[in-house]
């Protein structure tokens, strides 16, 4: 079965500073990945999917994610973090054409 | 872009009641409509696939009787949760996707979600 792990609970990083959350995927031939945000007591925001093409997505409110194939990796970044940006995030696969997601990880930026 | 809207946003039921949640799609038409679930812990289970005009797909371990799933139409599927027990408590949340096309083409949009409390 198709499945996406995020190894990382927590992940807490200043203001200003770089932020990676780790993404990683077990699948059977190509992977379709996305990203999801979820702010308190909300649904999901879209972020970004990787389909095909260019390994470096880029999404909204500048967030990128990497697709590595041979690290079997779809790591979501941003230059620089925003205290705004706190919040949950997951990664997530499609499977039999179902999005399975990830167990989260809580992005908390700190000013 | 495309909104989903759910109702209610909070609801309070008391056991062994039934509380039904609906999921609209404002701006677009779904054949397909998601139910998820999500734990204190963070994690969202998917619980069943809705199709329009046909029952639901489930997951294993989803009481298909006790989580009842109507998509009586292209902008509307309801869940209902039957005889509500306090271990139901939780947060669910729909999804839906446009109609004609699939993930390769288009993202699912989300409903804010129903924090569930069964007392």
């Known amino acids: 079965a198709q499945s996406v792990a995020q190894p990382e609970d927590q992940v807490n990083v200043a203001e200003g500073n770089p932020l990676t959350v780790k993404c990683t995927y077990s699948?059977?031939?190509?992977?379709?990945l996305f990203w999801y945000v979820q702010y308190p007591n909300r649904g999901l925001q879209f972020l970004l999917k990787?389909?095909?093409?260019?390994?470096l997505v880029k999404g909204s409110y500048g967030f990128e994610a990497e697709f590595n194939k041979s690290q079997t990796s779809f790591h979501l970044k941003k230059p620089s973090a925003l205290v705004s940006d706190s919040a949950l995030y997951f990664c997530?696969?499609?499977?039999?054409?179902?999005?399975?997601f990830g167990t989260g990880t809580r992005l908390q930026v700190f000013p | 872009g495309a909104v989903v809207s759910q109702h209610p946003s909070r609801v309070i039921c008391k056991s062994g009641t039934s509380v039904k949640i609906e999921c609209r799609s404002l701006?677009?038409?779904?054949?397909?409509m998601f139910w998820y679930r999500q734990f204190p812990k963070k994690s969202l289970m998917l619980m069943a696939t809705s199709n329009e005009g046909s029952k639901a797909t489930y997951e294993q371990g989803v009481e298909k009787d006790k989580f009842l799933i109507n998509h009586a139409s292209l902008t509307l599927s309801t869940l209902t949760v039957t005889s509500a027990h306090p271990e139901d408590s939780s947060f669910y949340i729909c999804?839906?996707?446009?109609?004609?096309?699939?993930?390769?083409?288009?993202?699912?949009?989300f409903g804010q979600g129903t924090r569930l409390t069964v007392v």
């Open positions: 999804s839906a996707r446009v109609l004609g096309t699939g993930f390769m083409n288009t993202e699912a949009f």
């Open positions: 701006d677009f038409q779904a054949t397909t």
């Open positions: 699948v059977s031939g190509n992977p379709y």
């Open positions: 997530a696969v499609i499977f039999t054409d179902k999005l399975i």
């Open positions: 990787y389909i095909t093409g260019d390994n």
